[in-house]
């Protein structure tokens, strides 16, 4: 298929993208490199680093198989801070994205959403059927996304997919995470280790959890890649899926932290420090959906295979 990736240069737009081209695909990468890095898109796909507003519907003109839907604003603590960046950046773009679709026949999309758009979870682990309360902007974002997808699947015969994807963690050879402003725990605690950070301020330990820290699913980006291949196979007209992707594990934040000391060898000083706001205390997927509809299975679940992951492509971004 000729795919279009929005936010290709990006972590997980990039690893993607990399897992196109290696099936055969012809990919395209739109990015406005606001985030992303141009050498993070893969050699031998072109990219167009325009503002994807602007260029959208120029760029479908060319005539596209599908779009995978990456570009976006992700920082929860920005979105609080600066609303209109992320209505914005992830549903005013989308939009123009989903009415560029429709005036050029573009037939599929995968779309990335997030578990944020569940906030605080009855119950673990967390089906798709769960209510969805988002309790900061950018999951607010994202669910009227979703929603607006349904309604163009619905009227307009769009085959779409969303992916909500819970903590994605790892590297895929030299395609990793590199955030200007880190948030994430585990490059968090590879700083330490690798020296560009003092010590890991571990937020609250006072959690209803077997060690008081909070529990995430941590699921590799490999998986989460394959996820997006099986969801484009998948897609048909007029229906809009939504799938949960996790490995199905819990992992505290200390569990975290230890791994990454035995991976790295780095004894990582951590300290408890107050919990972060909006933070809830286990966010575990339920990814039976996906498994059984999608035929996805994650293959690297081991928590320190991930870890290795990571440290692996950190060391290497050292050496450029
Ligand atoms: N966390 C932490 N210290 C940090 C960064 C994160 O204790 O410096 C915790 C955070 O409170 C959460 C977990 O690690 O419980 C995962 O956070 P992250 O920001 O990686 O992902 P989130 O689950 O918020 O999407």
Same mark, same amino acid.
């Given at each position: ?78 979105? =609080? =801070?600066?609303?209109?960046?992320? *209505? ?13 679709? !429709? ?60 992916? !909500? ?89 200390? =569990? ?39 035929? *996805? ?13 990571? *440290?692996?492509?950190?060391?290497? !971004?050292?050496?450029?």
């Amino acid at each position: 298929m000729k795919l279009l990736v929005t936010g290709g240069a990006g972590y997980v737009g990039s690893v993607c993208a990399a897992r196109l081209v290696e099936s055969g695909h012809e990919v395209v990468v739109l990015d406005d490199l606001s985030t992303g890095h141009s050498d993070a898109v893969p050699d031998g796909v072109r990219l167009i680093a325009e503002n994807i507003d602007d260029a959208i519907g120029s760029v479908l003109a060319e005539g596209f198989d599908g779009v995978l839907h990456f570009a976006a604003k992700s920082l929860v603590g920005e979105s =609080q =801070q600066d609303p209109a960046k992320y *209505w914005q950046g992830n549903v005013v773009t989308s939009l123009r994205l989903l009415d560029a679709m !429709r005036e050029h026949g573009t037939p599929r999309l995968v779309f990335s959403s997030t578990a944020a758009v569940y906030g605080e979870p009855d119950g673990s682990p967390i089906v798709e059927t769960a209510p969805t309360r988002p309790t900061n902007t950018y999951g607010a974002t994202k669910l009227a996304i979703d929603h607006a997808i349904t309604g163009y699947a619905t009227s307009h015969g769009l085959a779409a997919v969303s992916l !909500r994807y819970f903590n994605v963690a790892g590297a895929y050879g030299r395609f990793g995470e590199r955030h200007t402003t880190e948030t994430h725990l585990i490059p968090i605690v590879l700083q330490v280790a690798s020296g560009k950070r003092e010590k890991v301020a571990v937020y609250g330990d006072d959690y209803p959890t077997e060690d008081g820290t909070c529990v995430r699913d941590y699921i590799h980006v490999a998986d989460l890649a394959d996820a997006h291949l099986k969801a484009l196979a998948h897609t048909s007209g007029g229906t809009h899926r939504i799938y949960n992707l996790g490995n199905g594990l819990g992992f505290s934040v200390r =569990q975290v932290i230890d791994a990454c000391r035995e991976v790295t060898g780095h004894a990582i000083p951590a300290d408890v420090a107050p919990r972060r706001s909006g933070d809830p205390a286990v966010l575990v997927a339920s990814s039976e959906k996906a498994r059984t509809e999608l035929g *996805w299975k994650p293959e690297r679940v081991d928590l320190a295979g991930i870890v290795r992951d990571a *440290w692996e492509f950190t060391q290497s !971004r050292e050496e450029v």
